[in-house]
């Protein structure tokens, strides 16, 4: 019987944040749900966990170590092509779903809306020492965004990672391995320019985002971050052709140079705004996530 969503896990030595997602597979009352993680850690930190994790025990984990460490994005494309599931959630270490009923939630929504070929999620992010959580995003913005301006996705990406993409195996793509900062958003991108595809936002359905330091792809690029905006904005612009936000990202006259400004400023003051306005309509943080001490 095929599965009806195929939770990939690429997995590099951080055993706490796949065990967070394993035990969201187990405690979830949820059947046919298929779980492929693969492995580029160094260490087999990560592969003693998993084998030890009751949902491996019963034979629902699909566990591969990468011989040779063969980098995020190849390890995200492998799991992919392994996947048999009718959808797809690449589901990052270092985040995980807000609840135990994510995946009952997720199979009513893609029911009740006959099976859309992309589900946007709701990325969350823990404040006040893991005691609150808070939206990545307004939804109305994200909205926006996807309707109405989605190549902006480049310039502002109101979706958060992969993470928050549930999509249709059949019109799943592949990420650009040219690509190390912007391959989630040129993947997004290049998913919302596909005319065919329709797409919803799960307004009640969330993923949380636990930053971790150590492996961070982030942390790893380190002061390149900037250096490797510029350059592959340049990359993703020669790929897809020109679109208005180009003009944001590389002015060229005077007056592209003026509204580029204004336009950064602008986003400037409504990020504090989205800010505060998350601090007043945080919610408490899921029980997983609390710690005496406040660390994760």
Request: with cysteine; aromatic share 12%; proline share 5%.
């Amino acid at each position: 019987m095929t599965p009806w969503i195929s939770v990939l896990i690429p997995a590099y030595e951080h055993p706490e944040g796949v065990r967070r997602i394993l035990d969201a597979i187990y405690f979830s009352s949820e059947h046919g749900i298929e779980c492929i993680i693969g492995d580029d850690s160094n260490s087999n930190i990560v592969e003693l966990m998993v084998k030890f994790h009751p949902l491996y025990i019963n034979g629902h984990v699909c566990y591969h170590r990468n011989k040779y460490s063969c980098g995020a994005v190849k390890n995200w494309n492998n799991l992919i092509n392994r996947a048999k599931g009718e959808y797809l959630l690449l589901m990052h270490h270092d985040e995980c779903p807000e609840n135990y009923i994510f995946f009952s939630q997720l199979n009513n929504i893609i029911n009740i809306h006959n099976k859309p070929d992309i589900i946007f999620l709701r990325c969350s992010l823990p404040i006040l020492m893991n005691r609150r959580l808070r939206y990545h995003m307004p939804f109305s913005l994200k909205f926006i965004f996807l309707k109405f301006a989605p190549g902006y996705l480049i310039l502002h990406n109101v979706i958060g990672s992969p993470s928050n993409v549930v999509i249709r195996q059949d019109v799943c793509l592949d990420f650009d391995d040219r690509l190390k900062w912007m391959v989630d958003v040129d993947w997004m991108v290049r998913l919302l320019r596909q005319s065919k595809n329709n797409w919803i936002i799960a307004k009640c359905l969330s993923i949380v985002s636990i930053y971790n330091k150590s492996t961070s792809i982030t942390s790893s690029l380190g002061s390149n971050v900037s250096k490797l905006r510029y350059k592959e904005s340049r990359y993703i612009q020669n790929k897809l052709g020109h679109m208005p936000v180009f003009n944001y990202i590389f002015p060229n006259t005077l007056a592209e140079k003026f509204v580029s400004s204004i336009e950064r400023l602008c986003w400037f003051f409504v990020h504090i705004v989205i800010r505060i306005m998350g601090y007043f309509n945080s919610r408490p943080t899921p029980n997983w996530l609390k710690k005496k001490n406040g660390n994760i």
